[in-house]
């Protein structure tokens, strides 16, 4: 469900102050000739996250395995041993086994990715026209909303256009304890929710659906994002919750790598930049190494000063 991002390390004025005082004297790189194996899960954004790190850290002096996991496998391999790093991890899809790692100590929580990442409800600007008072949620309430919104399938209600069932989804939830006027349902498939998106947009059709970022298509076709409903974040299963982005690590990490663990600390990754990178592997078929590679020799005044104070 998750496709992603932009590196902004911040520009080099902004790094100076943010490296030098962070870091103070550069620490050692530790057990070099061990690789860093870095968990590659199942959407491309998470591997384009992987591979810039892992370019980035051989810049430092590392060398980087990348090892093929999962989002939920991977916790077994930090277990294990074979994994050290996972650089991107969606705290609303953490499955059971990282919890009780967490508590036990066993893994390192070392910073927000900085992704900004989105998920909710979104809508064409041909949506705004039919319901003026978006983006606030209220304006679903309007009769005239939910009838441009409507289709054979569910009017008199207006439609959402959901996740696919099997992604699980809180939305028919929303839709019920705030009494909308309007009925889920589900896509077929991520292409069936990216098709529909680049059809309204062509035809300037109102669509509601939930959607999310980073994504590649937000970089061709313009979305827009309700602002949600007021939401009890202890129930999750009742209301979409925001999903802050985190980096972990192994608990000896710290020890083994002393300045690979100072810059994954520092590591940021937004959705900007990324989401072009995502466009160019999932649509332009390139090598994700190489569109990796790419982005860093264009914005070597983005990184290298990160670089730089490590190795002082």
């Known amino acids: 469900m998750k496709s992603v991002r932009s590196i902004c ?19 050692p790189l530790g057990d070099a000739d061990a690789p860093i194996r870095i968990a590659l899960n199942e959407w491309t954004g998470q591997n384009i996250t992987a591979h810039l790190a892992g370019q980035l850290l051989e810049k430092l002096g590392y060398k980087v395995q990348y090892q093929t996991a999962g989002a939920f496998p991977q916790w077994i391999g930090m277990q294990d041993g074979s994994i050290d790093m996972t650089p991107e991890l969606w705290t609303n899809n953490l499955g059971d086994i990282y919890p009780k790692m967490l508590a036990a100590k066993e893994v390192e929580v070392v910073g927000d990715l900085g992704l900004n990442a989105r998920d909710g409800w979104g ?19 309007e009769p005239s909303c939910a009838a441009a919104l409507a289709t054979a399938e569910t009017l008199p209600n207006g439609r959402l256009l959901d996740y696919p069932a099997d992604w699980g989804t809180a939305s028919a939830n929303e839709i019920a304890d705030f009494k909308l006027p309007m009925t889920a349902v589900p896509a077929g498939s991520e292409g069936a929710l990216v098709a529909e998106l680049q059809a309204a947009a062509a035809a300037n059709k109102p669509l509601l659906m939930r959607f999310w970022a980073p994504h590649w298509i937000l970089t061709k076709v313009k979305l827009n994002w309700l602002d949600m409903p007021p939401c009890d974040a202890k129930d999750g299963a ?12 192994r608990a000896d990490f710290g020890k083994k790598w002393p300045a690979a663990y100072d810059f994954m600390k520092l590591y940021q990754l937004g959705a900007d930049d990324q989401q072009k990178m995502i466009a160019e592997v999932d649509q332009d078929k390139k090598e994700i190494g190489a569109v990796v590679a790419a982005w860093i020799g264009a914005n070597s005044a983005r990184w290298s000063p990160s670089i730089d104070a490590a190795k002082k």
Request: with cysteine.
């Open 123 to 141: 809508y064409t600007d041909a949506t705004k026209e039919a319901c003026p008072g978006l983006p606030d949620w209220k304006a679903l309430l």
């Open 238 to 249: 009742r209301c979409i919750l925001p999903s802050p982005v985190i980096k972990v690590v």
């Open 9 to 27: 390390f911040a520009t080099a004025a902004l790094v100076t102050v943010a490296f030098g005082p962070t870091l103070g004297a550069a620490a």
